[in-house]
């Protein structure tokens, strides 16, 4: 199936959010997402239907709002039916969702850490949190405990899509 997408700047008053929206998205997220638009603006446009209604990109509707944006850019999909734009925006969130390559996560975060790239509200840790601890390091592991799994995250839509990094393009959606 090929597709033209087209890019539109719609105000952002204009876009209506889905009623069922099934991600949440709390202040601190809204935050970050913000700052992350601001760094980077819309790398990946909201997903609109035909009226408006917001498909995926809830959380940077929101973060645009925040910042006092007036418009956004969007992409209607207006080739798709009311049951494919449900299943759409379920997969969309989900099929996002993998396992992180801890070793090469550590080797970029070292690497934009070192170029001191970070917001001060904003650091590794308070994306990855346990993530990153070493077993080692971890006061919770006993030596005689059975070993542990490699720790692996989920990455979660609007957690920042990721899409918080500020310093680093990393999505969580």
């Given at each position: 199936m090929h597709i033209r997408m087209k890019i539109e700047e719609i105000e952002v008053w204009k876009l209506i959010p889905y009623e069922f929206?099934?991600?949440?998205?709390?202040?601190?997220?809204?935050?970050?997402?913000?700052?992350?638009?601001k760094e980077f603006w819309f790398l990946q446009p909201v997903v609109i239907d035909k009226n408006n209604i917001i498909i995926v990109w809830h959380g940077r509707v929101e973060g645009a709002k925040k910042l006092g944006l007036k418009k956004v850019p969007?992409?209607?999909?207006?080739?798709?039916?009311?049951?494919q734009i449900?299943?759409?925006?379920?997969?969309?969130?989900k099929l996002n969702e993998s396992a992180w390559d801890v070793d090469a996560l550590k080797l970029e975060l070292d690497?934009?850490?070192?170029?001191?790239v970070w917001d001060i509200e904003l650091k590794p840790?308070?994306?990855?949190?346990?993530?990153?601890?070493?077993?080692?390091?971890?006061?919770?592991?006993?030596?005689?405990?059975?070993?542990?799994?490699?720790?692996?995250?989920?990455?979660v839509r609007g957690v920042g899509f990721i899409p918080s990094l500020k310093a680093s393009f990393i999505l969580l959606r």
């Open positions: 929206n099934n991600k949440i998205h709390d202040e601190t997220q809204i935050n970050r997402i913000a700052n992350s638009i969007c992409i209607r999909a207006e080739n798709l039916t009311e049951t449900k299943k759409y925006r379920i997969l969309d969130n690497e934009l850490w070192d170029l001191n840790d308070d994306l990855f949190g346990d993530l990153l601890i070493d077993e080692e390091e971890d006061p919770e592991v006993q030596e005689d405990e059975a070993p542990q799994p490699e720790k692996t995250a989920k990455i």
